[in-house]
């Protein structure tokens, strides 16, 4: 375990090797980031991509993990919004420029600038994180950490394609989804597709749709600030 001045972290120090446990040191956040300690951390199948680390070493070890809640621990210099003690959430969407044009309609995923934790820096398979002030999500009352954490990945998939308007309306319509599961339930009631009208693509898997939507829509509902 770590301890005050180091983090329990899990590497990959070169392509395709194992997870391993590591205890690295525990560095202050530079100005605009924030260094959070980890609470709970999911595991996407997207992880697997990660860990195979083409270009790790020894001098530069991966860890993956984009699904991430904790509390802050340490804030950067400029940051005036968020207090250490702040229950957050980190995921998929790790950081962007905030200024491109996508970022100011709000499609961050074509940011040219945007950060995946695990893939722009390390990531949330450890006892602290450190990432850009701008990954953050507040995290509401009554939320445990375990239900927030794969929030920011699955649940930010649903939560932008549902509310976009991009699955299809009207009498007769049939939706299929690829690879989200039961998360893709919320967008065929919020559209009106009942089930027989209904697809479901490669890899779609089944439980777990009541919890997910219930987390999704208070995660919604809190400050991102």
């Known amino acids: 375990m770590g301890n005050d001045n180091t983090s329990l972290t899990m590497q990959v120090k070169e392509p395709g090797a194992p997870l391993t446990p590591e205890e690295v040191a525990i560095q202050p956040p530079a100005a605009g980031f924030v260094r959070v300690t980890v609470h709970a951390s999911g595991v996407c199948y997207a992880d697997t991509s990660t860990a195979e680390a083409p270009k790790a070493s020894p001098q530069a070890p991966v860890t993956p993990g984009h699904e991430v809640a904790g509390v802050i621990a340490e804030l950067g210099d400029g940051i005036k919004t968020w207090q250490v003690g702040d229950k957050v959430a980190v995921g998929w969407f790790g950081g962007s420029c905030g200024e491109c044009i996508f970022c100011r309609r709000g499609d961050v995923v074509h940011c040219a600038q945007r950060q995946i934790p695990g893939l722009a ?12 002030v701008g990954a953050l999500a507040a995290i509401p ?22 509310t976009c308007g991009r699955a299809p309306r009207g009498h007769g319509r049939c939706i299929r989804d690829w690879g989200a599961g039961s998360p893709g339930r919320p967008i065929r ?30 995660l919604k509902c809190a400050s991102t600030r």
């Open 141 to 162: 009352e009554g939320m445990d950490f375990f239900e927030a954490a794969p929030m920011g990945c699955a649940g930010v998939t649903i939560q932008r394609h549902s």
């Open 121 to 132: 820096y390390p990531g949330g398979y450890a006892q602290s994180i450190t990432v850009p």
């Open 189 to 218: 009631r919020r559209n009106g597709i009942s089930h027989d009208r209904y697809r479901p693509g490669p890899g779609a898997g089944a439980g777990g749709c009541a919890t997910g939507s219930r987390a999704l829509h208070r």
